[in-house]
């Protein structure tokens, strides 16, 4: 018995990249894309969304040897909600991030991330479409944080431990913390 109605999902996105290897050591990247995420819901309205957005995403890739990188990424995306039947839905999300990877042979690799996104919206932010277009985080500053440790034990035995903050918008510092042991055979 279906008692939630039918929802149906769409995604379409179209991007362009472009890299120039200005050095050996120094890349320049940037991603373009346009695209539409889109919900249809059949008993709940409020579900539903059709959000058109257009990106840019900058990255300023050093690579001083093999077993190092850092990446210097800035991402501009503009969202709208195009329903006609809800109000003028907006997201100007701006994010500058900052990614370190160490990886030592196949043995073990370690890497970090650190974010700062503004997000500028216009809307409800605890609504399923304010969901949507905010990605899970909230209107004004938001901060995120990572951590990870991959390490091969064994030939069958990997082990990863991470952990992640968050501090978005005006709520309190969330963390969490994971510890994995995977065995193949």
């Not at 539903?48 to 093999?66: A, C, F, H, R, S």
């Not at 990614?99 to 996104?117: D, E, G, L, P, Q």
Request: proline share 4%; no cysteine.
């Amino acid at each position: 018995m279906l008692t939630t109605g039918f929802e149906s999902n769409s995604n379409r996105e179209n991007a362009l990249t472009l890299r120039w290897n200005i050095t050996k050591t120094i890349g320049l990247k940037t991603i373009g894309t346009k695209g539409y995420r889109q919900q249809d819901s059949e008993l709940f309205n409020d579900k539903d969304y059709n959000i058109n957005y257009v990106g840019i995403e900058p990255q300023l890739t050093w690579q001083p040897n093999k077993i190092f990188n850092m990446v210097l990424a800035f991402k501009y995306q503009d969202n709208e909600n195009i329903l006609p039947e809800s109000p003028m839905e907006t997201a100007l999300v701006r994010d500058l991030n900052l990614r370190m990877v160490y990886k030592k042979a196949t043995k073990s690799t370690i890497s970090t991330k650190i974010s700062r996104v503004v997000i500028d919206y216009t809307g409800a932010p605890n609504s399923p479409v304010g969901f949507a277009l905010l990605q899970g985080l909230q209107p004004g500053d938001n901060y995120l944080w990572n951590i990870s440790f991959d390490k091969q034990l064994s030939k069958s035995l990997r082990m990863n431990l991470s952990y992640e903050g968050r501090k978005t918008g005006v709520a309190p510092v969330a963390h969490v913390g994971r510890a994995q042991v995977a065995a193949t055979f």
